[in-house]
């Protein structure tokens, strides 16, 4: 019971950080007379591994049940005093460090205030940890899975690492293909070769690993948990197709009769309901769009029903929704931005659709009606993005070898240093068909129909076609994924890592990593790099076998005061608490972080926070206005 507990004190000198302010020996009398305090001693350092050892030394001698330690910051220094505890068997909830140093000792300069200061400190202690209970410390075996969100080039090379080493991955993707945006240019820096050569092979390992599961369409609609205990949930929109079944005859495709602009193509061609996500795309099997599709709309037509030998076509038309676990994070979302129907002024994207093969011109480079430019300019601030000066000088290279009869105009603010990008506008101006202007702040580019119009300083000129490149957008997923993963943004939108040159891919919650250009601009070599060193980290964090140790201070539900209102539910940022059919609240430990939301707003007060009880902090606040021997 709580008034036949016999509790020891430790009074901590920490040299003369609080010695040299508050009179310990005075402490330590005034402390010996008070109920239920068995002894107290005091020591210089008894954090210290010589302190701890007196202080096993005091417990073994004069056995209590409860320690109050007056030292620094129990944050820093209480821990040791626990596992002190646990030697000798004792439940380490009993022990409470109270704060004498910064709270007391570093803030009052007179000796007779903080030595009073102190007092009522300790007081307030001991009454606390009069009401202290016993709490079961419990573990977990950690999830070995991992999640990965972003089939792009990182999120493909984290989950390749990761199955590699024997763990299952799930890899979530949006799309209807992986690859991410590198699978839709043709040539890659810094080499120009063909980008469909170097990432298709990654995109089909990574399809068919058996570690893998690959998720596509998908989104992720909930996220319950933490660090080696995450409960996932996705919505999954029908593809309409079977990629099991289906062999990309493309017989489903020339059948529907429906079709309208494709984004991809710039608008300057049209596909159809049922359509290739992009030509190469994989998997290769077509997918609906919904939006056009005349059987979703009107309920009539099967012509791609008809049309598929394989019944490969299953037209449900109705999201589904899939759970599992995992313990691990990867954030690979990759960067935004999209295209549209560029005439005369593209942006970097755009101008890579445009000039690929497999794109609206197959690959020829042309104005919106489909004539040949005689002007190009090539626009980038590189000073706001090192991908922009990359971009410039490949897409200045390539318009000065793909329209030899056009004159290119590159506008940087710098001419480029040593390096590959310096390499290719040399080049390009070896020809002499390409011109170097330099950039001038505030410089203004407006289309119209005679052209684009860039106006540069004193310099102003009308060009047939130009390309602006401008820093990467941030995904668009990004604030969703967020708030879901406890992940923070930048002011632009992109996630961001406690310190970028130590711990360049975890993010600021545990067991959650950023990889790719999730987190900024980032080239397909560094992608990679960043999705195998994500892969790493996860593997580092938990070891197979790894114990993962639950919340102890969890909140817990008088089944007999509960209402069941669901406020504790709509409280709850875990998603710990749940119903029982007959309406109670209950928590699942395993979810609940002991915030103590719920039990602050319970209206019935039926929740309460393992060691943060109302009873306990009411004896905390009266031990401090009525002294030691309330």
């Known amino acids: 019971m709580h008034s036949d507990k016999r509790i020891g004190v430790v009074l901590c000198a920490c040299g003369p950080n609080i010695a040299g302010v508050v009179d310990l020996a005075h402490l330590k009398t005034a402390l010996s007379g008070w109920p239920q305090v068995a002894w107290v001693e005091q020591d210089n350092l008894p954090c210290s591994e010589k302190g701890l050892q007196k202080v096993l030394a005091w417990l073994k001698e004069r056995p209590v049940d409860a320690l109050v330690v007056a030292g620094c910051s129990p944050k820093e220094r209480e821990e040791p005093f626990r596992k002190a505890f646990k030697i000798l068997g004792l439940n380490p909830f009993q022990v409470l460090m109270t704060n004498l140093r910064e709270h007391c000792a570093w803030v009052e300069s007179d000796p007779v205030q903080a030595t009073r200061k102190a007092e009522t400190i300790l007081a307030a202690a001991l009454a606390r940890v009069r009401k202290h209970e016993n709490i079961e410390e419990r573990s977990i075996p950690a999830r070995p899975e991992v999640l990965v969100v972003g089939a792009g080039p990182a999120g493909i090379t984290a989950a390749l690492h990761l199955a590699e080493a024997g763990r299952t991955v799930h890899l979530v993707e949006k799309t209807a293909a992986v690859g991410g945006r590198p699978a839709l240019l043709d040539e890659l820096y810094p080499k120009l070769e063909c980008s469909s050569c170097a990432v298709e092979h990654m995109m089909d390992e990574v399809l068919h690993h058996p570690g893998i599961q690959v998720h596509l369409l998908s989104e992720v609609t909930s996220a319950l948990g933490y660090a080696g205990n995450w409960k996932i949930t996705l919505a999954t929109a029908d593809r309409g197709v079977s990629v099991e079944q289906c062999i990309g005859c493309g017989a489903c495709v020339e059948a529907c009769p429906?079709?309208?602009?494709?984004?991809?193509?710039?608008?300057?061609?049209?596909?159809?309901?049922?359509?290739?996500?992009?030509?190469?795309?994989?998997?290769?099997?077509?997918?609906?769009d919904w939006s056009l599709c005349l059987r979703a709309r009107e309920g009539e037509c099967q012509a791609c029903l008809d049309a598929c030998g394989f019944n490969a076509v299953e037209l449900k038309?109705?999201?589904?929704?899939?759970?599992?676990?995992?313990?691990?994070?990867?954030?690979?979302?990759?960067?935004?931005?999209?295209?549209?129907?560029?005439?005369?002024?593209?942006?970097?994207?755009?101008?890579?659709?445009?000039s690929n093969p497999s794109g609206p011109t197959s690959g020829a480079i042309t104005i919106g009606d489909g004539d040949v430019p005689k002007t190009i300019a090539v626009v980038a601030d590189e000073t706001a993005d090192p991908l922009a000066l990359i971009n410039a000088s490949k897409y200045t290279w390539l318009a000065v070898h793909r329209v030899p009869e056009a004159r290119v105009h590159l506008f940087l603010q710098e001419f480029p240093g040593p390096g590959r990008e310096r390499e290719l506008v040399r080049e390009a101006l070896a020809t002499g068909r390409a011109e170097f202007h330099r950039l001038e702040k505030g410089a203004v580019e407006v289309e119209n129909e005679a052209g684009v119009e860039i106006r540069n300083g004193a310099e102003c000129g009308v060009y047939d076609l130009a390309v602006h490149c401008a820093s990467q957008e941030p995904g668009a997923d990004n604030e969703a994924l967020s708030r879901l993963f406890g992940v923070k943004l930048s002011a632009d939108g992109r996630m961001t890592t406690p310190n970028p040159m130590m711990q360049p891919v975890a993010a600021h919650a545990r067991g959650v990593y950023i990889a790719g250009a999730a987190a900024g601009a980032a080239t397909l070599r560094e992608s990679i790099a960043f999705g195998a060193a994500a892969a790493a980290g996860v593997l580092a964090l938990y070891p197979p076998g790894s114990d993962l140790k639950l919340e102890p201070c969890v909140s817990v539900v008088n089944p007999v005061l509960c209402s069941g209102c669901r406020t504790c539910l709509q409280i709850c940022p875990y998603g710990a608490i749940a119903r029982t059919p007959e309406g109670v609240a209950f928590v699942e430990?395993?979810?609940?972080?002991?915030?103590?939301?719920?039990s602050a707003g319970c209206p019935a007060g039926a929740l309460k926070t393992l060691h943060f009880t109302l009873e306990q902090v009411l004896a905390e606040v009266n031990g401090a206005t009525q002294g030691g021997r309330a």
């Open 317 to 354: 038309g109705s999201a589904s929704a899939t759970s599992f676990e995992v313990g691990t994070i990867v954030l690979a979302t990759g960067s935004g931005g999209t295209s549209g129907g560029a005439r005369r002024l593209f942006t970097a994207f755009e101008f890579e659709r445009l």
């Open 589 to 598: 430990a395993s979810l609940c972080r002991g915030c103590g939301l719920c």
């Open 258 to 288: 429906v079709s309208a602009p494709d984004e991809l193509m710039l608008l300057r061609s049209e596909r159809h309901a049922m359509h290739q996500a992009y030509p190469g795309a994989l998997p290769n099997a077509p997918l609906v």
